[in-house]
């Protein structure tokens, strides 16, 4: 399952690598503080779970043709996160350093860009919103 | 013919409700569903074209012929990480 209601169990990710593995590269996505300029102090993630579940299997399909050398795990919480806490873990091991890292970075752009999961951000006077990315910078980072 | 429709998010806050099922004419296409939905949901009319969507949990294009039991959804801005 690539979706989980509960904490990211990042030791759990990282049990991957091989005797031939050489690197590991892990990206924690986390729950910020503020964006755009506002405050935020929780985040709430909702996802077309069976939906969000297949694409991401699709998403491994595709990184393991263009890293073929890498092996990758992912995982993307739901529910509502406090600042500080992850909300998308990505594990890439590979031989040699190079492919994990490119093999990571790649996986958490795809995975930003299609997987069906949105974020309400909460805010201290008590409002809140959906991001949109496509109208706002927040889409670049983490 | 009958489809179940999904919204989710900010599209589910503005149609107040996260699924229905809607009967519709038979080679109804994907662009056709968003303008019906867009008839009642006033945010729907500033999309300049049919946002993303998915028949059957995977994503298809605004000219996809829709079939009878098909799941559909139309995505907001996807904002996962």
Known sequence: ?142 | MRIRLLHFASFREAIGRDEESRDIADGTLVSELWAVLGGEVPLFRRFPKPPPAAVNREYVSADTVLRDGDEVAFLPPVAGG
């Open chain 1, 1 to 142: 399952m690539y979706l989980t209601t509960s904490p990211i169990d990042l030791a759990a990710l990282l049990l991957e690598a091989r005797p031939g593995d050489g690197a590991l590269c892990l990206f924690v996505g986390v729950v910020r503080d503020e964006n755009d300029g506002l405050r935020t102090t929780a985040i709430q993630y909702e996802a077309y779970g069976p939906m969000a579940e297949a694409e991401m299997a699709r998403l491994a399909d595709a990184l393991s043709r263009d890293f073929p050398a890498v092996t990758i795990r992912m995982q993307h919480r739901v529910g509502l996160l406090s600042v500080g806490e992850a909300s998308v873990a990505i594990a890439a091991v590979s031989p040699h350093r190079a492919e994990a890292f490119a093999a990571c970075r790649a996986a958490i752009d795809r995975v930003k860009a299609t997987v069906p999961i949105w974020k309400k951000e909460f805010h201290p006077d008590g409002s809140s919103g959906w991001v949109d990315p496509t109208v706002s910078p927040s889409g670049t980072d983490p």
